[in-house]
Each structure stands twice: as structure tokens, then as C-alpha cells.
């Protein structure tokens, strides 16, 4: 009795000794599985008691994780130990490999429910992408099964096997091992939970950011089946409706911008459509034309950008992915040339902006000009003003009181607007469908009667003629002319 006594507590040493980066309580979930007799130590051997016994070395900091998974998967998760078989030979695979896990859906062992792949704590992350499509691999060739799982202790990942193709690996993504449900219940519809530091949504850098935002705007134009401006206006009416998303999703909720499991398009499209209609109530300068894209070409946008936090980029990066797409697509598509970057960055270097400047480009644009002056003045403010508790209210309020713009193209005001929308606001100051030559302007900020603008800055479209009576430039002013000149 004394002998076992002393095997049982070297054992209980080693076995509560995990590699850095396991999680701590499998440790007293690997004792608990000993305690309830699902394991079993002789040495450095363990012993796992399921539906067929398998003995490995306990030594191998592998097996430490896979006894660490067996254990949670019973006695958190509820799995039957009956239902459970470790090494599982995989048909149809060469060279013959085998599977870590496999949880079937009952005792009888019949039909695989999960599979999991396991791997050490200190796995690189190539080798867990390879892991990843071992556990697909053998998903697949065990037929109907449903899950799949791959966990080195520190990292996990789930996904959803059934009703997907082969090599999906995006949108049957459904968060980590804590989102397995417990003894076969629904998995959660969605994915995407506002709050949840595992499975919300994360900023990107520019580059992924730009190539994702251009994928979701080559759906909507369909290389050409759309005009450009109609298919540029439907983007950033979705990303209007994302940003919204962003910012009034409570934490603990999922985001309502996200393609839930198995959901319709129909279902999606709908679901959308209602939060860009909450989006324009709350912001009602900017859109008032409803979304007119079909469910599937919304559904489908939404899978691309998802994923992305957008409103928690810094400036820099956020500007600089939406620039470069500005660029491209208004250069290539509409045949509109917009001020480079450098130049745009340079004049403002020069004008020297700060928080205490009223700043107004009388032709706005996409608004290059006044992001590049919101950029310098917010760095203006970290550096004057760094440690003091209201900084961050001053960059808001500079951004929300002291930017101003006039665009006289509609769906090029739209776009301005978001943009500063996308840059913690400001878009409520541009006044749309109106030129720097109008008298009259919704905004009362605006009247040239009451000029409180200490920065005028951008890059006015030069060569154009304007002519006497030409509603178009001059909106509600008149064209008076010198004695002695002409009508050009």
C-alpha cells in the first residue's frame, strides 16, 4: 500500500510539471482524469482509459498537451470516455497516419464527431498551419465528421468540417477549443463577439487591410457589370454600416456585420440591411439612398472584411490602405487624378496646423487633405499636451469641431465623409452637392458672411471655365465681372 502510495504522488509530480504555455488547470484536470481512473501512470508511461486503451510516453512534451486535451474534453466538455479512441488509423491517407483524438458521437464508436490534431506548446506557426491541414486531412477521410480541432496548449484553433468544401479554411473558422460545445450541443452561430479578447474583431495591417478592401469592392463592381461610381458608392455604404457595427455592438454581443454559420445569404442581406438603416438614422448626412446590392454580393462582402477592426487602426496605417485604393480605383476607373501623398503632406508640413486652427478645403475630394491635416495636428497634440488626461478628447474634438470641407460631386462627398468617419468622425462638417462658389450652405459654419477659418488648404481643380449663369459652378452666387473683361 505504502509502495502504490509513493508511485502515485511521483506520478501526480510529473504529471502537474506541463511545458511553459499549457494552460495551468490542465494540470489539475490531467490529476482529476487519474483520480476518476481515466488515466493511468506506470513510470513515465501513460495510460488512457477510453473506449480502447492507448499507453504513450508521458515524457514527450506532445503527449503532455494531448493528456491535458483528454482530460478537458471529459471533464469540462462532458465527453464520454467510452466515445473517445486515441491513434486512429485514417483511411485513405499515405503514407498511413493517424489521428490524435477522435470523438465519436456516441459509445459505439460509429461516426466521428471531432477530430483533434495536437501538437507541443512551442510548435512554430508553419507547423501549425500544417497541422491544421493534417486535421482537415483527416477529417475529411473519416467522413461525416463535423468539428476539427488543433491545440498546442498556448493556441488553439476550431473549425466546422461538414457542409464545407475541402480546403475552406476562413469562414468554417469558429474561434478556439473553448468554443467546442459541451456534449454535442449547437455550436454558436457566430463567430465574432464584441468584448471577447479571443473571437472579436482585431486591426490589420495597411497592406492586408488594402488588399481585403480591394477583394470586397472588385465583388461589387464584377469587373465591370457595375460603373465604378455606383459600385464604389455600395462599398462604402456597407463599410458605413461596419463602422457602425464597431462602434455600438455592447461587449458580450456578436457583431451584427458577420456571416453567421450556415446562414443564407437571404438571412445576411437582411440582417445588413437593418443596420445600415440603423447607421443612417444615427447618421443621417451622409446616405439616404437605401443599399441596393443583391444579398449575395452583400453576403459575400461581408465574409472578406469581417474580420477587420477597422476604427481601431492608427491613422497612419488606416490612411495609408484607403489612399492607395482611392487612388487606383478613381485613377483607373473615373478618371479623377487625386493630390499625391507627398505633395498633400507637404503643404500641410508647411501651413504647420494645430488644435487651435479652423481648417476648410473648399474642394474636399475624397478628403486627402483634411486626413493629412487631422494626422499632423493629432501628432501635434500627443507631443504638446503628452501625459495630460484629456488628450484623446482633444484629438476627438479637433477631428469632430475643427475640420471643414465642401465637395460639389455627391458620391465623391459621400466617400469624403466616410473617410473621416472611418477617422474618429469630423464627416458631419462637409457640405456635399455644393462648390466654395455658393453663397447658401446647410451648415451655418460655412457662410462666407461668418468666416471662422484660419487654414484654407487643398488642391482646387484649375483649367475649368466658368461662364455667367452656369447654375452648376456658381449654384446660388452670380459671376460679376470687371468693366472692360469679357465672359471667358
Known amino acids: 500500500m505504502g509502495t502504490r502510495k509513493k508511485r502515485n504522488e511521483s506520478a501526480m509530480a510529473e504529471v502537474i510539471e506541463l511545458p511553459h504555455g499549457v494552460p495551468p488547470e490542465w494540470a489539475e484536470l490531467i490529476a482529476e482524469a487519474e483520480r476518476r481512473g481515466h488515466l493511468e501512470f506506470h513510470g513515465s508511461r501513460i495510460c488512457y ?14 503527449e503532455k498537451v494531448r493528456a491535458g486535451v483528454f482530460a478537458w474534453l471529459i471533464l469540462v466538455k462532458g465527453y464520454s470516455p467510452a466515445a473517445i479512441k486515441l491513434e486512429v488509423n485514417v483511411p485513405r491517407r499515405t503514407p498511413s497516419d493517424y489521428a490524435d483524438i477522435v470523438v465519436y458521437t456516441d459509445d459505439s464508436c460509429r461516426t466521428p464527431y471531432l477530430v483533434v490534431e495536437t501538437k507541443r506548446v512551442d510548435v512554430s506557426k508553419s507547423d501549425f498551419r500544417q497541422a491544421i491541414e493534417q486535421a482537415f486531412g483527416n477529417a475529411n477521410s473519416l467522413r461525416d465528421t463535423k468539428l476539427a480541432l488543433v491545440d498546442c496548449g498556448s493556441r488553439s484553433a476550431l473549425y466546422a468540417v461538414a457542409g464545407y468544401p475541402p480546403e475552406e479554411r476562413h469562414q468554417n473558422l469558429l474561434g478556439t477549443r473553448d468554443d467546442l460545445p459541451k456534449e454535442y450541443d449547437d455550436i454558436s452561430r457566430f463567430a465574432i463577439i464584441a468584448g471577447d479578447p479571443e473571437h472579436d474583431i482585431r486591426p490589420l495591417s495597411a497592406a492586408d487591410t488594402e488588399n481585403l478592401v480591394r477583394r470586397a469592392h472588385a465583388v461589387i463592381w464584377a469587373g465591370g457589370k457595375r460603373d465604378p461610381l455606383t459600385a464604389f458608392d455600395e462599398w462604402s455604404k456597407l463599410l458605413f454600416a461596419k463602422i457602425h457595427d464597431e462602434r455600438h455592438t455592447p461587449n458580450g454581443q456578436p457583431r451584427r456585420f458577420q456571416v453567421g454559420r450556415n446562414e443564407e445569404d437571404k438571412i445576411v442581406g437582411e440582417r445588413i440591411r437593418a443596420l445600415y438603416a440603423d447607421a443612417q438614422r444615427k447618421n443621417p448626412s451622409i446616405f439616404s439612398e437605401d443599399l441596393k446590392l443583391p444579398d449575395d454580393k452583400v453576403a459575400q462582402v461581408v465574409r472578406i472584411i469581417q474580420c477587420i477592426a477597422f476604427t481601431q487602426m492608427d491613422v497612419d496605417s488606416l490612411g495609408a490602405a484607403f489612399e492607395s485604393f482611392f487612388g487606383s480605383i478613381f485613377r483607373g476607373e473615373l478618371g479623377q487624378y487625386f493630390t499625391r501623398r507627398e505633395i498633400v503632406r507637404f503643404v500641410c508640413a508647411l501651413l504647420e496646423p494645430s488644435d487651435r486652427d479652423k481648417v476648410l478645403d473648399p474642394t474636399a475630394g475624397s478628403g486627402g487633405f483634411l486626413l493629412e491635416t487631422l494626422i499632423q495636428v493629432w501628432h501635434y497634440i500627443e507631443q504638446a499636451y503628452a501625459g495630460q488626461p484629456d488628450l484623446e478628447r482633444r484629438k476627438y474634438d479637433f477631428a469632430k469641431d475643427c475640420l471643414f470641407g465642401i465637395e460639389i460631386h455627391e458620391k465623391l462627398g459621400r466617400i469624403c465623409q466616410t473617410n473621416l468617419m472611418l477617422h474618429k ?16 450652405f446647410r451648415n451655418p459654419y460655412l457662410d462666407p458672411e461668418k468666416p471662422i477659418f484660419t487654414l484654407v488648404v487643398g488642391n482646387p481643380p484649375f483649367g475649368d471655365t466658368v461662364r455667367k449663369g452656369d447654375r452648376d459652378h456658381l449654384g446660388d452666387n452670380e459671376l460679376v465681372l470687371r468693366q472692360g473683361s469679357s465672359a471667358g
Open 49 to 62: 482509459k477510453c473506449a480502447k486503451s492507448h499507453e504513450e510516453n508521458f515524457s514527450d512534451p506532445e
Open 425 to 440: 468622425d469630423g464627416h458631419t462638417n462637409v457640405e456635399v452637392d455644393r462648390s466654395c462658389l455658393d453663397l447658401k
